[in-house]
């Protein structure tokens, strides 16, 4: 049929010579699809007749779509342009190196570096050489005076090395990023039509002249005409900035536009345009146009400055200048954390040179009484650039660069490997923000069940079928009306396909509730396929779609005497109290009273529900010619006076996995509510299955209607109090609007009941769970059954739609907050030992211990390397055994910080005793006071192979944070890991015995390298008796990574707030598992908002972290304008369910198991943290579309620095 619908057309397009034969050219149809509304149709009745005659010049049918030809195929994209939109170029290898050079410490370095090898070509007469004072003099072999050039070199290839390892690492993480962004946009798929199949391709794949099946919640990849509508209400505030929904039909306004919200209903459409010459391609190409265009001298200032602040991972303190910029407010901890790690560093270097200089003067000057000679001015100017040289590599030492690089590797390999976990990361930091989660809303369908829905009881014909009636049983009246309502009051995309494997079951495809009905009707041995061939789609009269608000669907049809006759089906309850009239045995209607009814859910539907079945009501209504057409815009006066057919029971099964991962989310410290549109008694069922309720738990289990009653004011207005007062005990919400889960999220997010602010994540499918998704402060949308509008409105898309999913994602998100700080323990050890050493060193002997090229060594290992190494360590189940850190955990704990002063002090103690009297021990000659070009020595030789080893040795103790014995526990496991500190020490050693002058390293012995490892290897002894001391003895420990100071709590507060614990393993074993709570409770806001660091280093990979990536069609303007109108206190269509579900379910008993224990005087605490939480999610919520990516998870660690990491 599809090949006779082009028969004719090369005839009639012959006298045009349009593009590859086809009716009408590219020009022609864009020009089209800049018209709306009476323009368009008028533009369409011109040119071609109607949208039949557009489908005629573009070669296609209306009703079977293209034949599917991949000659046809290949040719239309030649013509008309693929669906895709070319990304931006990603940067060059050398642009990458070009803006890590940018670094400013790395600068410094390389100056002193050139001046260095400058001043070493210098050689002043040697017979004035002894009057420039005893450090210049005593080399007496010439060639080490020539090999000066070594150091200044060796500086230079050293800084040539963190360059290209920054570059490389920027590199291939943009390489990911673009790898994860086209696989997002590989997971899209769109339903066509192609040779009479609906077939689901790739959205790339769409071509011109295919028709395509656009359907409630969908993101529309191309622009169109409609050729058939049911309903249709199209969202396309992304492209005019007009809120309201737009209605779309053939008389009125057929033009369908790429980047627009299907918000309702359902309809097929021609494909006119796509990819660069779509609506959303155009805007692009103007954005791509006008960003060229304006290259001139100030654009490119600007954007030196841009790159500047963009820049790569190297500098900690481009983080904070960027991560500054990117948010406006409150003062970030991140920052203060970086600026006195930053500040320390600078007076360290300062007062290091100042130091040198002034012994350095004093000592040649005054001692040695010299007179200034200008033959030695370039000698004293190279001891001065020596000087500057230590200084700088103090600073270079002291700056934690490595935080950054820490967190994206952490974050990029989490974001990785939580594929394999079926979760698909939109947002990065959500992946982290999921540790700290305390909460889950959870919708109940395809989340905690199977989804997989089919009829297991049923009510008809008077009578209640605990299985399947026999078709024989069901009279022939009955059986008619109840198959011909299913089969056109069903969407005809849902269908029942033949199973993949033999002996399988049947496939679903579609709306699975509809599944379920459409298999009860071959069940009853009828063919529901028959009676949709004899009507088909566009034959249907009028289709009221389901939706939220209705909660039902209706189909009309005309008679051919002129009569109407309406099917409906929807939720038992609403449709029962529309229906006036009961279908019974012998075919005939008999009154449906009111009391009838209160028995039906007595009896029948309350039974059903209580076995967690949900229940459907099946109706009709006849409107006799003798009334004439009603209007049918009035749909309250519609869907009434209906007459019930059937009433069925739809078991969806709980998923087999989801009660065990609901037990390690209560065992975790996270509440799990279900949050859905069912009937109270199927919701609770499911609950009690499923272990969110458990038997004698005092926990609140209510529907909308009552919900609403209890948290909305006189006025009718919502009242956080009322809130507070619920949802602590809340886990069940049934019958919810998605205006009751928006409001449940915030208020749960807003509160203050708590002393620690609660961290909502939330699932959702719907169009209408968009609100609710972006409030969350991480959305979880459903990869199988969820709507595009929802996985736009997302951080993580479950690709299996299954709850455990979930747990895995918390697990990774507590691994990355435990894997940052790991390296931040690991890190800030080394700081301490390196500045302190090249400090005293340089004070004491005026040179420094740890030379210039070996520091440079130190940073890349603690850097680069351990960030590699600590940052991947896989997660284990024993992080799903303690409570959420909460938003206030700083980010060293006392803990770590008892580590970090014990392994510096044993570092520092092992360092000086070698400096100063290692020369005895090993028995050789001293390395301290060497003149300038002396050779290397052993005895310096060994200080800096002893400090490396120390630190190989630590980043083992490192990997455990709670202060637990067995560090080496699942070391294996890593590869990455292993495989790092192995190459680091043969490196080491290659650097030991062969680097020679430019590493300022002489060739070990055995006998010394068995010390310099042995000594390390006391870092993992010293490491054991460390964490025998409780941290609760040293009171003098503080956390650190603190805000602004709250007010103290006082003590008795502080020892009922057991969800704060510390976990340390020395008090456990002491005190028989007795576990601490911080004593300085000013746990502000942690972690480091490396983020937003590195988000801004990102700038390439927007698309990753923002819903609406330049380089997707997809993700454009992707922001459907929510309004949730919190003061409407009128909830549709909903507000005359029973009085039996009026009242709120309690379990009835005294043990309160999971309660959120609330303190005793929930006096509001001055939490400035939750006004600096509202107006940080307002702020970014307004930006949504335009820049800031996902709203702010205020949850976060790694995002609270700011507002949590």
Known sequence: MANNSYSGVKNSTAMANHDGDFGCSLKDLRALMELRGAEAISKIGESYGDVQGLCTRLKTSPVDGLSGQPADIDKRKQVFGKNLIPPKKPKTFLQLVWEALQDVTLIILEVAAIVSLGLSFYKPPDAERKNCGKAAGGVEDEGEADAGWIEGAAILLSVVCVVLVTAFNDWSKEKQFRGLQSRIEQEQKFAVVRGGQVILIPVAEIVVGDVAQIKYGDLLPTDGVLIQGNDLKIDESSLTGESDHVKKTLDRDPMLLSGTHVMEGSGKMLVTAVGENSQTGIIFALLGASEEDDDDEDEKEAKKKEKKEKKSMLTFRSVLESSHDSYTVAPSNKTKFKLEFSSVGLVMSAITVIILVVLFVVDTFWVQDLPWDTECTPIYVQFFVKFFIIGVTVLVVAVPEGLPLAVTISLAYSVKKMMKDNNLVRHLDACETMGNATAICSDKTGTLTMNRMTVVQAYLADKHYRKVPEPELVPAAIMDILILGISINCAYTTKIMSPEKEGGLPRQVGNKTECALLGFANDLKRDYQAIRNEIPEEQLYKVYTFNSSRKSMSTVLK?????????????????????????????????????????????????????????????????????????????????????????????????????????????????????????????????????????????LCIDGKEFNRRIRNEKGEIEQERIDKIWPKLRVLARSSPTDKHTLVKGIIDSTVLEQRQVVAVTGDGTNDGPALKKADVGFAMGIAGTDVAKEASDIILTDDNFSSIVKAVMWGRNVYDSISKFLQFQLTVNVVAVIVAFTGACITQDSPLKAVQMLWVNLIMDTFASLALATEPPTESLLLRKPYGRNKPLISRTMMKNILGHGVYQLVIIFTLLFVGERIFNIDSGRYAPLHSPPSEHYTIIFNTFVLMQLFNEINARKIHGERNVFDGIFNNLIFCSIVFSTFVIQVVIVQWGGKPFSCVGLTIDQWLWCTFLGFGSLLWGQLISSIPTSRLTFLKSAGHGTQRQEIPDEELEDMEDMEEIDHAERELRRGQILWFRGLNRIQTQIRVVNAFRSSLSPYEGLEKPESRSSIHNFMTHPEFRIEDSEPSIPLIDDTDAEDDAPTKRNSASPRNVTPTPPSPTPSPNQNNNAVESSSNHLYVEASGAAGTPSAPGSPLHSLETSL
């Open 559 to 699: 008679n051919p005497d002129g009569s109407f006759r309406m099917f409906s089906k929807g939720a038992s309850e609403i449709i029962l109290k529309k229906c006036c009239r009961l279908l019974t045995a012998s075919g005939e209607a008999k009154v449906f009273r009111p009391r009838d009814r209160d028995d039906m859910v007595k009896k029948v539907i309350e039974p059903m529900a209580s076995e967690g079945l949900r229940t459907i009501c099946l109706a009709y209504r006849d409107f006799p010619v003798s009334e004439g057409e009603p209007d049918w815009d009035q749909e309250n006066d519609i869907l009434t006076s209906l007459t019930c057919v059937c009433v069925v029971g739809i078991e969806d099964p709980v998923r087999p996995e989801v009660p065990d991962a609901i037990k390690k989310c209560q065992r975790a410290g996270i509440t799990v509510r279900m949050v859905t549109g069912d009937n109270i008694n199927t919701a609770r069922a499911i609950a009690t299955k499923c272990g969110i309720l458990q038997p004698g738990d005092d926990f």
